[in-house]
Every structure is written in C-alpha cells, then in structure tokens.
C-alpha cells in the first residue's frame, strides 16, 4: 500500500471495487483499486482474489460515511421498476 493510504474495503472482484471507487470519485474522493489476481488464470484462490480499495488517510472517515449512505438510499432502478 502506497503512504498516506488506507484500505476501505476489501472484495472478491476488480469489478465491484471499480463501481465503489467510481462512486467515491464521483463524490470528490481520491481512490485507488490495488489487486493481486492475475488475469492469466481462470480461477483465483483465497488471499490472491482480493481486491482493496484505497483512499487517503485523511479521507479515511469520509468514505466510510459515503458507502454507508450510498447503502442506505434505494436505487432508482428499483422505483422504476415497481411502478
């Protein structure tokens, strides 16, 4: 991990910690995805499929805030769909 660096979450797929760093930039927070799974293998085993996501120190708090609100606002798609 880079200094001044803190992991924020830790997940199973460069996908779903692309979505959650795109998010935390969308909302003006530096981010940055570090994983060791290699893409020349077809399946990934225990430590070596993590995924973390990564924010500042100081910004540490801040993106906890956010995912937590993000997690408790209903998607739109949702509303959409219901109607």
Do not use: K
């Not at 199973?12 to 940055?32: F, K, M, N, R």
């Not at 799974?37 to 910004?59: C, I, K």
């Amino acid at each position: 991990m880079a200094d001044g660096w803190e992991i924020l979450e830790v997940l199973s797929s460069e996908e779903e910690a692309a979505v959650i760093c795109g998010y935390l930039e969308s909302q003006g927070v530096p981010c940055q995805v570090e994983s060791v799974h290699s893409h020349g293998f077809a399946f990934a085993v225990g430590g070596l499929s993590n995924v973390r996501v990564e924010v500042p120190t100081d910004r540490l708090e801040e993106a906890r805030r956010l995912l937590a609100a993000r997690e408790r606002t209903p998607d739109l798609a949702d509303d959409v769909e219901g109607s």
